[in-house]
């Protein structure tokens, strides 16, 4: 499956962005995904994820509350809803694709099999 995200911007602190996967190739809905994130100089991390049928989702404990992954089978898509951002919120976000199911703990970078690139959400104080 091949993945794009978007939506990204320049925001200041408080405010939202919504991001956009769009997925093609292979059968979306087979697919567990996740949100990760990298900021400069930093590994990437785990940010949200979600089951294949959107029954499950994860959340890294920093966005808790403020973010919400979702998704949309029909259309190939899925979301990740951000409010309340904050400057630490700064990076490089991906979306990701997995043939088999993780959990919230298990979502990471190593075990996803598929990538987008990045689209920058950068938070300004």
């Not at 949309?72 to 898509?77: E, I, W, Y």
Request: charged share 20%.
């Amino acid at each position: 499956v091949q993945l794009q995200a978007c939506g990204g911007g320049l925001v200041q602190a408080g405010a939202s962005l919504r991001l956009s996967c769009k997925g093609s190739g292979r059968t979306f809905n087979i697919y567990t995904l996740g949100w990760f994130r990298q900021a400069p100089g930093k590994e990437r991390e785990f940010v949200a994820g979600i089951s294949w049928n959107g029954g499950s989702t994860y959340y890294a404990d920093s966005v808790t509350g403020r973010f919400t992954i979702s998704r949309d089978n029909a259309v190939n898509t899925a979301y990740l809803q951000m409010n309340s951002l904050k400057p630490e919120d700064t990076a490089n976000y991906y979306c990701a694709a997995a043939d088999r199911h993780y959990s919230g703990t298990e979502m990471r970078p190593s075990r996803m099999d598929y990538w987008g690139k990045g689209t920058q959400v950068t938070v300004s104080s």
